[in-house]
């Protein structure tokens, strides 16, 4: 078996942690194939050369396409703005390579089912990079929600708060539409969106309630005195209904002042809760409701034991916390697995299951706009 030679399009915050865990990953695991960074796509004005030289990628290219193309590249790894997850994706897929995605896998419904009807036709891996299913507490929360500790799941609540969308933050393309799809909605609401469809393992049927505001309509342009007009969301909250029949509130905000990047959920069964929030990524709340009555509470569980949680006996001994830039390592190692025939250690979402994560997204965009109830089934 060769290496595992990748190509990574886009250099930008994403290109940082990819990276960083396309060369921590077997240095950790033990994948079943090497993974080697061999070319990094920048746009020239970004200048890939520095980056590739800083972050120990072998070529780097201005050519996203014959990047692509190149017969030596049996990985395709996608870091660009949504509007350009699209492109690169397609033209990996007609050339027959396997394609990760950063999230949300699209700026568009139309062009995430594009995405993954030609990935289910063609047959060809893909994968999407929801790295919150990879924090070992969340990745064990669905272990536990399998095996029937939580009973029946009633409530479902989640919110991913971020605040630093102020007024004199600078225009960028995560503030336009075209570009963006949305603003808090696909930015935030996808990764919880996708969290409590994995930990639950249950799919959203219906969006009611949903409301969306934009505070900041205009932003400065950076290096210049114009301003650039604001065309998407800066928070969006709704309400759903899951397929078990238990209902869920979704809350995306970036001026939620406070809060840095507070990705939160609690899950309500009849037997049992969890609460996880991001930043204390180690930990996961536990509530058992079968105790006897006198004992019951919430207890924290540190989710830092090789033997009993997910991914964290590949790193530091018991109680030796890890952090965000590992749950991208340990994506990495499940996407590695994937592409030789193994199982993932927790399932990996792929084009498919996050073109449903974006249905979902759609669906309370309509909500919001049409001041009315939207059933998943009307949202293909
Ligand atoms: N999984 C997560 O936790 C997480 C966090 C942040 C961002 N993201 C996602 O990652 C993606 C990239 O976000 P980011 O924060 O790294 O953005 P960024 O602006 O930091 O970097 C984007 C990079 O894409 C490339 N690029 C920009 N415009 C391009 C164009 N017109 N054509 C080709 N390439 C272009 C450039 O190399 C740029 O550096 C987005 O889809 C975003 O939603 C995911």
Not at 28 to 53: D, L, N, R, S, Y
Not at 162 to 175: H, M
Not at 188 to 193: K, M, P, R, S, W
């Amino acid at each position: 078996m060769g290496p595992l030679n990748v190509a990574m399009i886009g250099e930008g915050f994403m290109g940082r942690t990819h990276s960083n865990a396309w060369g921590q990953v077997a240095k950790f695991f033990k994948p079943p194939q090497k993974p080697v960074k061999h070319t990094v796509f920048g746009m020239e004005a970004e200048h890939p050369e520095i980056f590739a030289e800083n972050w120990g990628w072998q070529n780097f290219s201005t050519n996203w396409e014959q990047t692509i193309e190149n017969p030596e590249i049996n990985l395709v790894d996608i870091v660009t703005p949504n509007f350009m997850h699209t492109p690169p994706a397609l033209k990996a897929l007609e050339v027959g390579k396997p394609v990760s995605c950063e999230k949300p896998i699209a700026a568009t419904l139309d062009q995430a089912r594009d995405m993954a009807m030609t990935a289910k036709a063609k047959g060809i891996p893909t994968f999407v990079w929801f790295n919150y299913r990879r924090a070992p507490a969340v990745a064990f929360a669905h272990q536990l929600v399998k095996s029937g500790a939580l009973g029946k799941i009633r409530h479902v609540r989640a919110s991913y708060l971020q605040d630093w969308g102020g007024e004199e933050t600078p225009f960028a393309w995560r503030f336009k539409k075209e570009l963006a799809g949305s603003g808090a909605h696909g930015d935030l609401n996808a990764h919880i969106i996708d969290m409590t469809r994995f930990v639950t393992g249950e799919e959203i049927t219906e969006v009611a309630g949903a409301i969306a505001e934009t505070f900041v309509k205009r932003r400065p342009i950076p290096g210049t005195d114009q301003f650039g007009e604001v065309t998407v969301d800066d928070t969006v909250l709704f309400l759903a209904r899951f397929s078990g029949g238990a209902v869920a509130s979704f809350e995306a905000a970036r001026q939620a002042t406070g809060n840095s990047n507070r990705n939160q959920f609690e899950i309500n069964g009849t037997l049992g809760s969890l609460k996880f929030d991001f930043e204390r990524m180690n930990e996961l709340q536990y509530y058992d409701a079968r105790l006897p009555r006198g004992v019951q509470g919430w207890s924290t569980i540190l989710c830092t034991h090789g033997a009993d949680h997910p991914y964290v006996g590949n790193w530091w001994p018991d109680g030796h916390l890890i952090g965000y830039e590992h749950c991208f390592t340990n994506m990495a190692y499940d996407i590695i697995r994937v592409l030789n025939g193994l199982e993932p250690t927790v399932p990996v979402p792929d084009f498919f299951d996050a073109y449903q994560t974006q249905r979902v997204l759609e669906a309370a965009l309509r909500s919001a706009e049409n001041r009315c109830p939207v059933a998943l089934a009307d949202v293909n």
